[in-house]
């Protein structure tokens, strides 16, 4: 969506920040602009990360803009010096003359609309790989039809054709006035060819910025999107809707098999797993899906547990592997969107001074309230609950106390590990002194050697100074020596 919308020279999306920010935390503002507009109806604050909001904030700057044209102009008719400062006047005011902006506005509600099917729907904690392929090949398919000739879309009849559709080939484009921007954004087009202002390069420009939206929009999704991995693909032959599908088995049993051989291949399964899941699949097909054909169509992938729906039919020990293969799929991600809402839900419980094991355990209680969907309307006070609380106190003293000991003792072990490295220090410094010590001596003997076969007295001088030089050395050593002994000392005296 962002790389659609960054793409035109629209700035939709500036606009719409610029018009909640000019009347954000100006209290004289707002009652001027509802005396002009005579409307209380605000814009909706837009956020370029939160994409799920973009169809609502699209929507009412729709709504509002004509009363905002006429703000703008108001407030360009002042003084220069009384008029508002700043981006978000400046932008607005660039733009406000634009006569299809509305259009724009509908045209970005339309795409984000698609795309909410995906973004909703995805936010769940449940197991929503097997679904990924058909949902993205659903959108994609749409997206691209918006702007490329039906027949070049007809003839992309797999998933893999669809991403390699050539969406830089022009002669696979429809013409300009055909491309489809949602029935809201072509009647406010329709609407401005009828008025007074009606100018032909306005409509032209709108549509060549539909066009690049979509194009920048499809080919981002086609890069980053899912669909290009084989595990995804092959992954929808587990969404029971496909397996009830009596025409669908056998183009099933082939994407099962090359899941398998791909899983194997990333050494996921053993090949023994992966021969057996390979027949306990056909089983499951033909004794399970057939008896429960209706149980499996009627499946609903926003509303149901995949896993919950599948493990009551694959808990049987006959169907032990296949049950291993499922339950990798469902332990795939398919979003980042409960890790997201986890920080909200942090920013709610926590508090100035608060420590991180009071945050960790109302996290718990939390997400055993969510996860058991308990309200404080149906939870059950118990007798061991009532217990728990009146020896609450009790137990955050015995708390107390042992974070008291453990501050203590890691107090010690800090001091420990201080003298444990300096020993360490001392050892490696009297290991190397032990080394030059014993190059000297062997130095000073092979020239006290020399020395004499050639009854030379400076080799032999050279000879004594290695040796006293040795011997100052070997006092460094007993120092050290003594040093390691004091230290250890020390260390041992830490109680």
């Not at 909703?120 to 449940?126: K, L």
């Not at 997206?143 to 490329?148: A, E, G, N, V």
């Not at 137990?395 to 590990?417: A, H, I, N, V």
């Not at 020993?423 to 032990?434: D, M, P, Y």
């Amino acid at each position: 969506m962002k790389a659609g919308v960054n793409a035109t020279d629209w700035n939709t999306g500036k606009i719409l920040k610029s018009m909640w920010k000019l009347l954000d935390e100006s209290p004289a503002r707002r009652e001027k602009y509802e005396s002009i507009t005579e409307s209380n109806v605000y814009p909706l604050p837009y956020c370029g990360h939160r994409w799920c909001e973009n169809e609502n904030c699209a929507n009412r700057g729709d709504l509002v803009w004509d009363g905002y044209v006429k703000f703008i102009k108001y407030l360009s008719g002042l003084p220069k010096s009384k008029q508002p400062q700043g981006k978000s006047y400046l932008v607005l005011k660039e733009s406000f003359n634009d006569p299809l902006m509305q259009a724009k506005f509908k045209f970005v509600e339309f795409i984000a609309s698609k795309l909410n099917k995906f973004l909703r729907g995805f936010q769940t904690d449940q197991p929503m790989v097997p679904f990924l392929c058909d949902v993205l090949k659903e959108i994609l398919s749409s997206l691209l039809k918006m702007f490329i000739l039906a027949d070049t879309i007809q003839k992309a009849d797999t998933t893999l054709k669809l991403m390699k559709i050539d969406t830089t080939n022009k002669n696979t484009y429809k013409p300009l006035d055909s491309i489809d921007v949602g029935i809201a954004a072509k009647l406010l087009v329709s609407k401005y060819k009828r008025s007074i202002e009606f100018k032909e390069n306005n409509v032209q420009n709108f549509f060549k910025g539909a066009r690049k939206f979509l194009f920048h929009l499809c080919n981002h999704m086609i890069e980053k999107c899912p669909l290009k991995h084989l595990i995804i693909r092959c992954a929808s032959c587990m969404n029971p809707n496909t397996l009830a599908i009596t025409s669908e088995n056998e183009i099933s049993k082939t994407k099962f098999y090359k899941l398998l051989e791909k899983l194997v291949y990333l050494q996921h399964l053993t090949t023994k797993v992966g021969d057996e899941a390979k027949e306990q699949f056909g089983k499951l097909i033909d004794q399970v899906v057939s008896k429960h054909r209706d149980e499996f169509a009627a499946f609903d992938k926003f509303n149901d547990r995949l896993d919950s729906f599948m493990m009551q039919y694959l808990l049987d020990e006959k169907y032990n592997s296949l049950a291993k293969v499922y339950i990798l799929i469902f332990c795939l991600s398919h979003g980042q969107s409960a890790i997201e809402r986890g920080f909200n839900a942090n920013k709610q419980y926590i508090a100035d001074n608060q420590a991180a094991g009071s945050l960790i355990s109302l996290r718990i209680i939390h997400d055993h309230l969510k996860s058991n969907k308990i309200t404080s309307k149906t939870i059950v006070v118990t007798t061991e609950m009532l217990k728990s609380v009146k020896s609450a106190h009790a137990r955050y003293e015995q708390s107390q106390l042992e974070q008291s000991k453990q501050k203590t003792t890691s107090k010690k072990d800090l001091k420990r590990k201080i003298i444990t490295t300096e020993i360490e220090e001392v050892n490696k410094k009297r290991l190397r002194l032990q080394e030059s010590v014993t190059d000297l001596v062997k130095d000073a003997d092979s020239l006290s050697i020399d020395a004499e076969k050639k009854n030379d007295m400076k080799l032999l001088t050279r000879s004594n100074d290695l040796r006293k030089v040795a011997v100052a050395k070997k006092n460094e050593i007993r120092e050290l020596d003594n040093m390691t002994k004091s230290l250890i000392l020390r260390r041992d005296s830490i109680i």
